[in-house]
């Protein structure tokens, strides 16, 4: 039933107007472009973190490489030293002693003792060649990623800009703004149907314990407010808390997450149900990072505060309802 309404929402309804739904579209678009930069730049230190682990282990590699080498150099000079000399005595020494054939063999099992260490170190070469190998393709992807950024922070910056023109035509159109409200009404109603609840399970005191969401000040109270854009009162079914970009959200109690994903009007939101049929809700998030049907406990960290949807900066918005009903969350920011 709700995929059904919330197909309805992200399409285009007959009271949307063109550049509503065009907001929604560029939000979307600041939110993606949002994501992609967040997801490069972690790759971008990874890249890094690797890249600086690859160099020092070839630095290492190559110190021991030189010391090897210098050992090997040592040892061959020495076999050939002493196997001439030992020729020579044979050659000319015809009293020499059995002594000096245990002694040449034992040159022998030597130099195939430095053969061992010869060849043990062309391997330590080919791996320190595939390291190399490894880094110059790690420096390939840091630079893609990196020039890859560059490209989605200019187009993000521009979008932005796109979404704020849109926000003040639309605030200065009284036409535009009732629609943009109509389109909040018409997600408001579809959060309504995902937590319509059931009266008879809400315990005496379901909102005892509960745990603050997020830190920051209350700029849109719950109820009847004044909205100047309408020129009229209207109703909030949460408060709106101004608050820092990628600020931690948390869960205000443990609970199974309903929804998860964008809703016209609200941007990217999280709907929580907790014990004692209470539902909380979250909108304007920058990113969840849980999908529906997951398990969450309390004060775990469900989500960062953004600014997806109809707004212009860093905003949660956050409802609470139990039996089908909204409750003021205010006594949660105090």
Known sequence: MFAVIVLLLCSAPSYASNMVLELDS?????SKLQDSVRALRESIRFETEAISDMESR??????QMEIKKKFIRERLKALLINSSRDRIELLYDPE???????????LVRL??????????????????NDLRVLLDAERSRLEQNTRKLSENISKLGSSVKNKKRLLSRI????????????????????????TSGNPSRAGKTPFAGLQTPARGK????????????????????????????????????????????????YGKVAIIKHD????????????????TGERVKKRDIIAYVGDTGPIDSPTLYFSLRTGGRNIDPAFLFK
Do not use: C
């Open 26 to 30: 560029v939000s979307r678009q600041v």
């Open 111 to 128: 130099l195939k003792d430095d053969i061992k260490e010869f060849r043990a170190f062309l391997e330590d070469i080919g791996r320190l």
């Open 58 to 63: 070839i630095r290492f590699d190559e110190q």
């Open 171 to 194: 605030r200065n159109s009284p036409g535009d703004y009732t629609v943009l409200q109509k389109k909040v009404e018409g997600s408001s109603g579809a959060i309504e149907d995902m």
């Open 218 to 265: 209350i700029i849109s109270r719950f109820g009847k407010v004044w909205d100047n854009n309408l020129k009229n009162w209207r109703y909030n079914s949460g408060v709106l808390i101004e608050s820092e970009y990628g600020a931690e959200v948390l869960s205000v109690a443990d609970g199974v997450v309903k929804y998860s994903g964008w809703l016209p009007g």
């Open 96 to 106: 020499v002693s059995d002594d000096v054939y245990r002694e040449e063999a034992l």
């Open 276 to 291: 004692n049929d209470v539902f909380s809700v979250s909108g304007h998030l920058a990113r969840i990072l849980y999908e």
